[in-house]
């Protein structure tokens, strides 16, 4: 055997631990299922096995899940629900087992999908307190629900409403929230795990330890993350889960909120719902036979195949060091120094010291210090409140930033990180002041659409002059755009991807140009929204068509966010800098000039009060556009499709001149950094599903009424032509 090895101790308990050769971390593959058969025969034939303990001879990981490569191959639904159920047989068999030798789960580490089943099946569950312990069902992050029983036991253990918490979200609880909902039986420091789990190994043997437990109730109504978007009326007429009335309202609750939430986009987390519901009226043999047919159904959906795609992208991502020349290494950072404390400036400092680097903050003044203090410390206070900090740890990292309102301490710095005022002469003077204060330190520009290699001019080391483009709000949005300008040294590019993935960040690296890459698709999609908009359509209209083809905001609430002055400033550079293809609408001046600078100013496209979320279109805004107050929108699909078009359309041109790597990046980028609807794969995926043809007889047919905005790129009119794909 390669995969599991045994252990009888002479107690009588059997250690069994599962080690996958030559990999990192524990997955469940289908070619293990002879060897688990002869694992089961061996541990229930052999007479002085009294119990079993098992657990992971991985440092770090208990068991990661099913293998994402392997259902990747899958061709068929048959053969996916021939998977699902063979890991259900699996695991009834472990659970067969342990009816007779008691069987402990011995949990340090990730036990996330296929592993929280296996871990479902023991007869008892121990997990350490460590951070790196999460228990959780993550398979609707790629489009697929729990295929070994998941769906079944989850339910049956912790009750109905928790177990929908955990398998509709995707989401992962550390041990001592597992141990509240009696998804585990202990939490212990983990030198004593495996010490602790032989001895109650033994005590389940002999009868001396007999497991109460009561599973949760439907007190606290639907699950947590549905509660906010369902009617709260209804909550209050849900019963407790063993009235067949509470159990109804719950599960039609339950799909009505996910289809609001989803819209419909995402088949997984109703397909769960289905599948629990299945079983929890139909008994359990029932409930098992639906998990695996959704499963096989989900596994080749298009939804599925998209987010797995993205999923294996990220992957790669993690191991690619930004540079294609070989043998280069960044070097090592140990301090940061972050110039200008403002919303993004804050925001970096907060996700270095997140990461253990100390920054040095620096901004104009003692208030604008004192503001940005309070930004990471409100960020922190927040992680205690939702207890995934301790207050010690809190206070440890904020101890990590410090303050000035000069340059003292930014010596020794590593990497200077600017977040100041968008203007060249600035970003000019501020370069200037770091090579003479901090003169061994690499020059990152958090700039969003300058051109890095223009800031780089006059530079006394142009090859550690690079962009670090972050998105907002930065402790929440995962992607960084790094920015690499005709000067810049590989080793600098090399030393800030390494920095960006250490303080958590998904790094796309992208060549110098107006706009880089994100914010240039960005501008001709809302450029088109505005066009739109200044036609004649109603902002909510234009909005609602954008979130129904699956974007979490419209153009308009976007720029309300971002803010109009700002938009309108990255406007004028990309208009400067491609000519009349991205000509903002004539009149949108008259936004910022009126005060509409959108949410920050209380007033944009939306009114805004001291309540979250977009308030009532406002009417008035209507007076800037041609059309005035009368309002008559075009068809949904007409508006998704021309703005999503321009980006497409950009991203392709983008390709062609170099700024992109690779089509991977581009789906990524837009994915992470500007909310392209997952469940399409980006725009390079997208255009593949539509086929290059077609991409382009729509650009044209567009462009025939609109004019030279949507003439169609090379790169595109090039694979139409050869019938060819970006992705191969």
């Known amino acids: ?99 007779k030798k008691p ?17 479902l099946a023991c007869t008892y569950r121990i997990a350490t307190d460590d951070k790196k312990t999460q228990l959780g069902q993550p398979e609707v992050q790629l489009g697929l629900l729990p295929g070994a029983g998941g769906t079944q036991r989850l339910p049956a253990l912790i009750g109905i409403a928790q ?72 909550l209050q007429s849900v019963a407790l889960e063993e009235n067949p009335l509470g159990r109804k309202i719950l599960f039609q609750q339950a799909r009505k909120a996910l ?15 289905e599948a629990v519901r299945i079983g929890v009226e139909k008994g359990a043999e029932e409930g098992y036979r639906a998990e695996a047919t959704l499963f096989g159904e989900l596994v080749v959906s298009e939804v599925s195949k998209r987010l797995v795609e993205i999923f294996f992208a990220t992957q790669a991502l993690k191991k690619d060091s930004g540079v294609d020349e070989a043998g280069v290494k960044g070097k090592k950072v140990q301090k940061i120094a972050m ?41 922190l206070d927040e992680k205690v409140k939702r207890r995934r900090l301790s207050r010690r740890e809190r206070d440890d990292k904020l101890a990590l930033v410090t303050g000035t309102t000069d340059y003292s301490g930014m010596r020794n710095a590593d990497v200077v990180i600017e977040a100041v005022f968008e203007d060249i002469k600035v970003k000019h003077a501020v370069l200037r002041d770091v090579e003479r204060e901090a003169p061994n330190a690499i020059f990152a520009s958090n700039t969003s659409s300058l051109p890095i290699g223009k800031i780089a001019e006059g530079a006394e080391h142009p090859e550690r002059v690079i962009g670090m483009h972050f998105f907002s709000p930065v402790n929440k949005m995962p992607l960084l755009e790094v920015i690499r300008a005709p000067r810049t040294s590989p080793e600098t590019v090399a030393t800030v991807v390494a920095l960006g993935k250490k303080i958590g960040k998904t790094v796309i690296v992208v060549n110098d140009g107006p706009g880089f890459y994100t914010s240039r698709i960005l501008a001709p999609y809302v450029n088109e929204a505005a066009f739109i908009f200044n036609d004649g359509a109603a902002v909510e209209d234009i909005d609602k068509a954008l979130v129904d083809f699956g974007f979490p905001v419209g153009p308009m609430q976007l720029l309300d966010e971002v803010g109009i002055d700002v938009g309108a400033k990255v406007a004028h550079i990309m208009h400067e800098a491609f000519g009349a293809r991205l000509a903002p609408p004539a009149g949108f001046e008259k936004l910022v000039e009126g005060g509409r600078l959108g949410r920050k100013a209380k007033k944009g496209f939306y009114w ?76 390079f995926r997208y255009a593949d599903t539509l086929g290059a043809a077609q991409v382009v007889e729509r650009l044209r047919r567009l462009q025939d009424r609109f004019g030279l905005r949507f003439a169609p790129a090379p790169k595109l009119r090039e694979l139409a032509t050869s019938g060819g794909k970006f992705h191969g």
Do not use: W
Request: proline share 6%; charged share 25%; aromatic share 4%.
């Open 1 to 99: 055997m390669s995969t599991f090895r045994i252990d009888v101790g002479q107690d009588g308990v059997a250690l069994l631990l599962m080690d996958v050769p030559g990999e990192s971390t524990n997955t469940l593959r289908a070619d293990f299922q002879e060897e688990f058969e002869q694992v089961f025969k061996t541990l229930a034939d052999d007479g002085a096995v009294k119990a079993i303990v098992f657990a992971s001879a991985k440092p770090d990981s208990f068991v990661m899940g099913a293998d994402i490569e392997m259902l990747a191959r899958v061709k068929t639904q048959a053969e996916a629900t021939a998977l699902a159920r063979g890991g259900q047989q699996a695991m009834q068999r472990l659970e067969e087992l342990g009816k």
């Open 259 to 273: 289809v609001a939430k989803t819209r419909g986009h995402y088949p997984a987390p109703e397909k769960a719902l």
């Open 339 to 379: 110039l200008g404390a403002g919303l993004m400036g804050a925001g970096i400092a907060y996700v270095t010291a997140e990461a253990g680097l100390p920054v040095r903050l620096k901004d104009k003044d003692d208030a604008a210090l004192g503001r940005g203090f309070k930004q990471i410390a409100g960020i």
């Open 163 to 234: 177990a929908l918490d955990i398998i509709l979200a995707g989401k992962s609880v550390k041990a001592s929230k597992a141990r509240k909902l009696g998804l585990v039986d202990e939490v212990v420091p983990k030198p004593i795990l495996l010490e602790i789990a032989r001895k109650r190994a033994r005590e389940l043997a002999d009868g001396t330890l007999r497991p109460e437990r009561s599973k949760l109730d439907m007190k606290h109504g639907l699950p947590k993350f549905l509660r906010s978007i369902a009617d709260p009326e209804v």
């Open 608 to 683: 805004y009060g001291e309540e979250k979320g977009p308030k009532l279109v406002d009417e008035t805004v209507y007076a800037v556009t041609p059309q005035g107050a009368r309002r008559s929108s075009p068809p949904a699909a007409e508006i998704a499709e021309r703005c999503v078009l321009q980006m497409i359309n950009e991203a392709a041109l983008c390709l062609g001149e170099g700024i992109l790597r690779t089509p991977r990046d581009g789906d990524i980028g837009a994915v992470f950094g500007l909310g392209f609807p997952p469940f399409r794969g980006g725009p």
């Open 103 to 119: 069987i402990v789960a011995a949990i340090h580490g990730p036990a996330l999908g296929g592993g929280l089943e296996l871990a």
